[in-house]
Structures are given as structure tokens and as C-alpha cells.
């Protein structure tokens, strides 16, 4: 939503999704630290090589039902370091991996002694005949917080840097209109 971005300028207050933007994806941003989130916590992809093995087992089935395709893509949003795409090679049958063009999706640099098969990209390819997996992808989009008012009408949440909440203008635009169909729940 603009209108976030906007509703607090001037103030030093902004909306909750240009805040995770920054903190997330920002200069400074934890997925741009060089300890990356390996640093802080373990994922599916760092627990064992079994996770690797079982997406490359998916890419085998995408690969057949798409005829052996002369060039099969994998595509790997939010990579992290490379550790998947790199697994996913590095598990597929020699013939699947020969026809595999990896690209590990993210906003960090490169890491130093990847995989060269592996290209790097801040956006996704266009063009993708295989597989795109987005493993850790969805759990961090940054989005808009909105809480109803005292008189019921909902309006952007808006944040100072220390944390603290302050209520901005209501919700307007498409997103108001999603409210007014989806929100809120009919519970009864």
C-alpha cells in the first residue's frame, strides 16, 4: 500500500511493511549480514543433505512430466547462501543435472566458492520450464498492518524506530476493499 510508506513521513514514523522492508532487505538488513540466518537459526536446508535430495527427487518428477525438457530449470527464491540449489545439483542423476540451468533467487552478494552452474540474481528469470521452489520466500514479505480504530474503522498501523505502534489514516484503495469483503470474519 503507497499510502504506508507515506503516512507517516516526516514524523520518523512509517508502515509496518517499509520497516520489515528495511530491517529484512535494507543496507543494513539481517539478510544482508555475512552471517546471513545460517548465523542464527537452522532451516530444513541446514538440518541434513535428505532435504536436498527430496527436492531434487521433485525436480526428476517435474523434469518427466514436462517430457525431458533440453533445458530444465531450477530456480531457488530467497537462497540464502546457495546451500539448496547447490544440494539439488549436486543429488540429481548425472543426464538431469547436465540439462539443469540452477538459479539461486537473493538480495545478499554471491557467496565466495558457490557452485558456478549457479546463477545469481537479485529478481527471478522470466522465462522458467521446470521448477521454482520458494522455500524460504513467503515467510518474509513485508506487508501492512492494519487495526480497527474505537469507532471501527481500520487504519494503518504505523511504527516509530523503537518499536512503539501509533495508529495512522484508514486503510484505503484496493486493501480497503479486500477488508470490506473478507474482514471482519463471519464467526457466527
Do not use: K, Q
Request: proline share 9%; net charge negative; glycine share 12%.
Amino acid at each position: 500500500m503507497e499510502a504506508a510508506a507515506e503516512a507517516g513521513a516526516g514524523t520518523g514514523r512509517r508502515g509496518w511493511r517499509a520497516a520489515m522492508r528495511n530491517a529484512l532487505y535494507g543496507p543494513d538488513g539481517f539478510y544482508r549480514r555475512p552471517e546471513g540466518p545460517a548465523g542464527h537459526f537452522r532451516t530444513s536446508v541446514h538440518a541434513s543433505p535428505l532435504f536436498a535430495r527430496a527436492v531434487a527427487a521433485l525436480l526428476c518428477r517435474v523434469d518427466e512430466a514436462l517430457g525431458r525438457p533440453r533445458v530444465l530449470d531450477f530456480v531457488d527464491m530467497a537462497a540464502g547462501r546457495g546451500e539448496l540449489v547447490a544440494g539439488v545439483l549436486a543429488a540429481l542423476p548425472p543426464e538431469v543435472a547436465d540439462r539443469t540451468r540452477a538459479c539461486a533467487v537473493e538480495i545478499a552478494g554471491r557467496p565466495a566458492g558457490l557452485d558456478g552452474r549457479i546463477a545469481w540474481r537479485a529478481e527471478p528469470p522470466r522465462d522458467v520450464t521446470g521448477l521454482l521452489f520458494a522455500n524460504e520466500w513467503l515467510d518474509n514479505v513485508p506487508l501492512d498492518v492494519a487495526e480497527a480504530d474505537a469507532a471501527g474503522v481500520p487504519r494503518l498501523v504505523l511504527v516509530d524506530g523503537d518499536g512503539t505502534e501509533r495508529l495512522g489514516p484508514p486503510v484505503t484503495g484496493p486493501e480497503a476493499r479486500w477488508l470490506d469483503r473478507w474482514w471482519p470474519l463471519d464467526t457466527g
